[in-house]
């Protein structure tokens, strides 16, 4: 069987097994979702954030792209973000990186691969900005594991700049939240930034007449 029908094939189990242990299983998920988290993490297909929190379908509103970006011309982030926050109402966004991810690791290096590099660039700017402190780490793999790290604190002060999150501070509970998870252990690591003031960031990134 070719790769694809089986997943089509897992699929009908998958729905037959949700309905054997909840008859009610799809009814309710057919309720209007209320998701308390916005997600913003990695394409790569080995961090699914309702897997990796043990949380149920429906309580985390999920955007992915390589290596969790925030890039402010992208308005299919921007859509999402404008959406989870003003409409969902969601109080809580958490941009989580990983350990070992390839956009990151690409990054680094002066190779080219094509269309992506354009996307990878904002990463290398990242780099540019903590050069001093990342080039005093002479392994490579904790070198770039700190860029990760790094990437992620970036992506949530980038995600403080917009009128959008912004706009959700001047309404109150609107928190921003930096992770990175572990590939090796399945850990999450809180990075322990927190987002959830106009006074965290720079003063010229502030909207005055929102």
Known sequence: MDSHLQLLSRNKNWASTKIKEDPEYFTKMRAVQ????LWIGCSDSRVPAENVTETDPGNIFVHRNIANMVV???????SVLDYAVTVLKIQHVIVC???????????????SYGFVDSWLRNIKEVY????VELE????????IDRLVELNVIEQVRNL???KIVQKAWMEGGLKIHGWVYGLEDGIIKDLNVVYDE?????????????
């Open 34 to 37: 209320k998701p308390d988290f």
């Open 128 to 131: 540019a900005k903590y050069r």
């Open 160 to 162: 403080a700049k917009t």
């Open 72 to 78: 402010s011309t992208d308005m299919n982030l921007l």
């Open 198 to 210: 106009v006074e965290n960031i720079d003063e010229i990134y502030r909207y005055t007449n929102l």
């Open 97 to 111: 990186g990983h350990y070992g991810c390839g956009g990151v690791t690409a990054a680094i290096d002066n190779l």
């Open 136 to 143: 005093i780490i002479t392994d490579r793999n904790a070198r």
